[in-house]
């Protein structure tokens, strides 16, 4: 017997411009169909430590982060109209991709991940993309748009 779903954590990337919209349409599909709450993640680059973060500003991280809250709330109200973006939770976060969505659905206590799987590189087949990642190593289901 499957578990029942009540919590959904899709993960877009908003600077592809579009590409990633049906990832987020599949995603609340699928939460509307199950009667589950959607959570939507997006991931900006951690700047590390070390000489490269000296580059920039010391609340640059801050900033990045405060400004594509703003882009994915606007994302999400694009793809999904007003009314159901405001049932929706957006969430970004700093750092790896993969490591990042798998850490925020073990915090939400996401019942199914919803990614997205775009062209691999060469490189993909042999380094592993960060939906691939995301599948071998999350503790719940995870669903793939291709």
């Given at each position: 017997m499957s578990?029942?779903?009540t919590r959904i954590l899709c993960a877009v990337d908003i600077a592809t411009h579009g590409k990633d919209d049906p990832v987020l349409e599949t995603a609340a599909?699928?939460?509307?169909?199950?009667?589950?709450a959607l959570e939507v993640l997006?991931?900006?680059?951690d700047m590390g430590v070390?000489?490269?973060?000296?580059?920039?500003p010391p609340d640059y991280e801050k900033k990045a982060v405060g400004i594509a809250r703003d882009r994915l709330h606007a994302h999400v109200a694009?793809?999904?109209?007003?009314?159901?973006?405001?049932?929706?939770?957006c969430v970004v976060a700093a750092g790896s991709v993969y490591r990042e969505v798998l850490r925020v659905a073990a915090?939400?206590?996401?019942?199914?991940?919803?990614?997205?799987?775009?062209?691999?590189k060469a490189a993909d087949f042999l380094l592993g993309s960060n939906a691939a990642r995301i599948v071998r190593h999350a503790a719940c289901s995870v669903y793939v748009v291709r």
């Open positions: 578990r029942k779903i599909r699928q939460a509307q169909w199950e009667g589950a997006t991931v900006v680059p070390g000489e490269v973060t000296s580059f920039f694009r793809v999904l109209g007003e009314e159901r973006a405001r049932e929706v939770a915090v939400s206590g996401a019942d199914l991940i919803v990614v997205g799987s775009h062209k691999p």
